[in-house]
């Protein structure tokens, strides 16, 4: 079992940055994929930004590209997402979750963390 830990949300005004936090513990493993993913209300989820494990090979959305930067820290069995140059439209909750499989289903996810951005 696998549990994830998201910290680091909170309310900034846009513009500002925030830097979130995604920590692993439990049967933690070295390969697999792990994704940012947010939630705002009324509004479908949405994979944001992801990394495997050993390689890094992120990927971004187009609606955080150039502004979020995933990465991880294996030595901690921590993975951050630095957002940058917030927007209200990044206003959700933030989840991160693993594939330890490589299938691309996420078996494990974290309770969230809230960001909200204040025009």
């Known amino acids: 079992q696998v549990q994830l830990v998201e910290s680091g949300g909170g309310v900034v005004q846009a513009g500002g940055s925030l830097r979130l936090s995604c920590a692993a513990s439990g049967r933690t493993f070295s390969s697999g994929t792990m994704g940012w993913f947010r939630q705002a209300p009324g509004k479908e989820g949405e994979l944001i930004a992801t990394i495997t494990w050993s390689g890094g090979n992120p990927y971004y959305a187009d609606s955080v590209k150039g502004r979020f930067t995933i990465s991880r820290d294996n030595a901690k069995n921590t993975v951050y997402l630095q957002m940058n140059s917030l927007k209200a439209e990044d206003t959700a909750v933030y989840y991160c979750?693993?594939?330890?499989?490589?299938?691309?289903?996420?078996?494990?996810w974290g309770q969230g963390t809230q960001v909200t951005v204040s025009s």
């Open positions: 979750a693993a594939d330890n499989s490589g299938s691309g289903t996420y078996a494990y």
